[in-house]
Each structure stands twice: as structure tokens, then as C-alpha cells.
Nanobody, 123 residues
């Protein structure tokens, strides 16, 4: 069974950092692009960052996180990480990871989703 599980959220002060993890199982991990999405209070879900196949390049969905967030992948652990620095209150959201056999910019979106993890940034 395809499974994606996000973890690592918590409460952090503005300017702080967190690392989120997305653990994958049940599919050929290195054949899939893995993206991070978030949904803040009263907002629509938006894409944040994605790590793509076949090149492993970073794809930015949101300009607001450039220079603050990075994404990395550990194929041996089948885990994708979202490194978040200089967090702002507007980053407060439930963060989700999703997977697609296509590329990060595909209009079809993610085929698989995991449960989200809450990130709360206090001011």
C-alpha cells in the first residue's frame, strides 16, 4: 500500500527553524517526485516545494519561501525533508507531502497524499 507520512511539525517562534520529514513506502521511491504543500487557516492548499524526477532538482511552487526553505531527499531512507528557516507567522499551516510519477510542475497534481503535520509560528 502506498503510504506517505509527514512529521516534525511543532510550535516555533518567528525566526526559528524546523525540519519536516516525509517517509514513503509502498512504491518505487526514486521514480516519484515528492512535493510539500500547506494549508493555513482559512486558506486554500498551496504548493511549497517539490523535489523532482529524474534530475532531483528543486521546484518552487511558492515564491514566498525562496531563500528560507529547502528540500532534500535520502533515497536509502525513502524520506524527503523540508528544511524551514527564518519562519514567519504566515508560514503557520498544516503541511502535507504528496507524490507523483510525473514531474513537479504537472497540472495533474499529486497522486498520493499523506496525513499532515501542524506547524505553528508565533510572533
Amino acid at each position: 500500500e502506498v503510504q506517505l507520512q509527514a512529521s516534525g511539525g511543532g510550535l516555533v517562534q518567528a525566526g526559528g527553524s524546523l525540519r519536516l520529514s516525509c517517509a514513503a513506502s509502498g512504491f518505487q521511491f526514486d521514480d516519484y517526485s515528492i512535493g510539500w504543500y500547506r494549508q493555513g487557516p482559512g486558506k486554500e492548499r498551496e504548493g511549497v516545494l517539490c523535489i523532482g524526477v529524474p534530475d532531483g532538482a528543486t521546484y518552487y511552487y511558492a515564491d514566498s519561501v525562496k531563500g528560507r526553505f529547502t528540500i532534500s531527499s535520502d533515497n536509502a531512507k525513502k524520506t524527503v525533508y523540508l528544511h524551514m528557516n527564518n519562519l514567519k507567522p504566515e508560514d503557520t499551516a498544516v503541511y502535507y507531502c504528496g507524490g507523483t510519477h510525473s514531474h513537479c510542475g504537472s497540472s495533474y497534481g499529486m497522486a498520493y497524499w499523506g496525513e499532515g503535520t501542524q506547524v505553528t509560528v508565533s510572533s
